[in-house]
């Protein structure tokens, strides 16, 4: 596996042990182990109604989630005993599938809100609407954005592409620890998913873990993962590095399915 | 019975005080009080007044307002003034006009009380007054105009720019020996290619019972603009009834902004005619409700000439046992061709007890128009509770931001930077008490 070296190396920042999890008392989830490390990069690939947005919501601590059975520990603690604010504040993000529209709320104003909810808990002073901006400026150079979504209400009337980078912008001002991208990728033409990928690239970090659920491989093309999941029926069946990407572009799920049904 | 009440108070009053107006205002004056003892009090039956209930007007006796022993101070009044932001203030206690605490300029622009514009102007006034606003099937309309005296008279003549805003405010300090009703009635005039804006708001210094029933006539020349701000602040146990009626000329634009956040029981009703073609009209309405008050809107929107907008939103925020009614009829006439409107309520509920009705009423006589309307009555949207708590914002305070927004969003369109300064603190106090 490509990194594998240093990857061991690392910290183990997330630990999930045969988690199960229900939606409205149907099992999605139906044991799933994974391990990621300080800044590494993991794509769980599945096909649809496999359970990833599913893991994705529930690490986030989606309310309708129903754990059945299993642990997930983050920095060594609970994670499913937390509430998905204290999650965020431990530096765990979710860049939604879909986005949700706040009306009367400026993007700028939300974002000044959990940046300052995450000082708090950090000990930091709350940053003023003036020293925020200059936070943000910084931000958004960094990774070759313009302020124009910043005063308009949040995701509200922005279009497909602007949501999801209106996501990796939180992202970048929020500094996670593991960021979670759910289907990132999805509804973006091909010019929209290079420049979301590329603001990914640059917010990788050694200090910065990535979970990246897609359908595709597509997005993998821009950011390579150190390790590829693939998710099917509530299950990991199949890890690798990114050449098991690859494989399931060429070859499709059906492959997999059945090679587990005959293992 | 009320109705008999009123009718014998107008008549002491119309042989008393009121026997030196001109005759025209006296036949208008008679004809209201006519018409109302016609119609009586409205009740439930009445589609126009299915979900309220005025039994506590109609069940009570409201003596017509007197001038109060004193006047409140500057200092008592500032929180619902607009500081130095203003070009020309009307203040009325009681519906008097109140001259030691306005502030009236002559630059032009004609900022009075309508009784002195009854005595100056008499021709502008008559011409106007009573022709936009009709009291066929409005009772409260009716009643105001038979004790039509005083309000505010704003006239901007073609060509004028009124750069900052001219206030109307409407002070209640009713007293506690009874309890008294107000008709204040305004007139407001803004001619050819004019530009102006105006705050006019309703408020009291204590938590007394009274009635104010106002009616507001508002016409805007061809290419003109003004922006309308309407702030109902009254007393917690005050009732309010009002009509504000527009009329708009050919490529003019009004945009029209009222909250409401006062009041036992309030209706208003708002009535816009867009009757020249290109007229564009926003009307931006937020009720913001507690305990057990009761606030209806009836808006009318009336596209009566080709290649006109209209954009309508209204939100309405409600805690407690409070119910919002809102009535949004929009007509498109045969030949308003090219109309393009566009109608939304949304209503949030913070507590299982309260309750809102939204209801639409489109007819649409022209074939080629676009009109679209939605409406919305729920709790706040889960789905956005989880995304702002997945940023680390905490349950509360999600809660607080998101019903905020509510009320932001509508507040956000407002021109007046002082007002909206002003009612952004005030809906930022409500929430901290939610």
């Given amino acids: 596996m490509p990194g594998s070296g240093t990857r061991e190396a690392g910290r183990v920042l997330l630990e999930v042990k045969g988690l199960r999890v229900a939606v409205a008392g149907n099992e999605i989830l139906k044991g799933v182990d994974l391990t990621i490390r300080d800044g590494e990069v993991h794509a769980i690939m599945g096909p649809n109604g496999s359970g990833k947005s599913t893991l994705a919501q529930v690490l986030a601590g989606h309310p309708a989630y129903a754990v059945l059975a299993g642990t997930a520990k983050y920095e060594g603690k609970d994670l499913l005993d937390m509430k998905p604010e204290e999650r965020a504040r431990a530096g765990l993000f979710l860049a939604f599938q879909y986005p949700v529209e706040i009306r009367g709320i400026t993007n700028s104003y939300f974002l000044r809100s959990a940046l300052n909810a995450l000082r708090r808990e950090r000990g930091e002073p709350e940053l003023d609407p003036i020293d925020f901006l200059q936070v943000l400026e910084a931000k958004l150079k960094s990774i070759g954005w313009d302020d124009s979504m910043m005063n308009r209400p949040v995701n509200e009337g922005f279009s497909g592409g602007e949501k999801k980078r209106n996501e990796i912008l939180q992202l970048a001002v929020l500094e996670p620890r593991l960021a979670i991208l759910d289907e990132t990728d999805s509804g973006l033409d091909i010019d929209a998913l290079r420049t979301v990928a590329e603001a990914v690239n640059q917010l990788r970090n050694p200090k910065r873990a990535f979970l990246i659920v897609t359908h595709y491989q597509r997005l993998l093309n821009y950011i390579t993962p150190d390790v590829v999941h693939v998710l099917a029926d509530g299950r990991i069946v199949r890890s690798g590095g990114p050449e098991l990407a690859q494989e399931l572009e060429a070859k499709g799920y059906d492959w997999l399915r059945d090679g587990v049904m005959v293992s | 019975m009320a109705v008999e009440h009123l009718v014998g108070a107008y008549h002491a009053w119309a042989s008393n005080g009121a026997s030196h107006a001109p005759a025209w205002l006296q036949t208008l004056r008679d004809s209201g009080i006519s018409r109302f003892s016609e119609l009586g009090f409205p009740n439930m039956k009445q589609e126009a007044w299915r979900f309220t209930s005025v039994a506590p007007l109609a069940e009570s006796s409201f003596e017509l307002a007197k001038p109060a022993s004193a006047l409140p101070s500057l200092d008592a009044i500032a929180p619902f003034l607009l500081d130095d932001e203003t070009s020309h203030r009307l203040v009325f206690v009681n519906g008097f006009f109140a001259p030691s605490l306005s502030l009236v300029s002559s630059d032009g622009v004609r900022v009075e009380s309508l009784s002195q514009a009854l005595l100056d102007r008499p021709a502008i006034v008559q011409a106007h007054l009573c022709k936009y606003a009709l009291s066929q099937d409005r009772p409260f309309c009716a009643l105001n105009t038979a004790f039509v005296r005083e309000g505010a008279f704003v006239h901007v003549p073609a060509k004028a720019v009124v750069q900052k805003p001219i206030q109307l405010l409407f002070l209640a300090v009713p007293g506690k020996t ?257």
């Fill in chain 2, 178 to 434: 009874q309890q008294i009703v107000m008709h204040p009635r305004n007139l407001v005039l803004i001619e050819r290619e004019a530009r102006a804006s105006v705050v006019e708001t309703y408020a009291a210094l204590e938590s007394d019972v009274y009635w104010t029933n106002s009616v507001t006539e508002v016409v805007v020349g061809d290419g003109a603009r003004i922006d309308y701000h309407r702030v109902q602040r009254e007393s917690a146990r005050a009732y309010h009834v009002a009509a504000t009626q527009t009329h708009q000329g050919r490529d003019s634009t009004i945009h029209l902004h009222t909250v409401a956040f006062g009041g036992a029981l309030s209706r208003h009703d708002i009535g816009t005619v867009l009757a020249g073609p290109g007229g564009t009209l926003i009307l931006n309405g937020l009720y913001l409700l507690a305990g057990r008050q009761h606030a209806d809107h009836h808006t009318t929107i009336d596209h009566a000439a080709d290649h006109c907008e209209s954009h309508e939103y209204f939100n309405g925020v409600l805690d407690g046992h409070s119910r919002g009614v809102f009535t949004g009829r929009i007509i498109v006439r045969p030949g308003a061709q090219k109309t393009d409107s566009k109608q939304t309520n949304n209503n949030l509920l913070l507590s299982s007890d309260a309750h809102a009705d939204s209801q639409p009423q489109l007819e649409i006589y022209a074939d080629d128009v676009k009109c679209t309307h939605g409406s919305t009555v729920g709790p706040l949207d889960p789905r956005a509770l989880f995304y702002m708590r997945s940023r680390g914002i905490k349950e509360d305070q999600a809660r607080r931001l998101l019903t905020y927004g509510f009320a932001a969003e509508i507040l956000g369109r407002m021109e007046v930077a002082p007002l909206r300064a002003q009612l952004d603190g005030i809906v930022r106090d409500r929430l901290a008490a939610v």
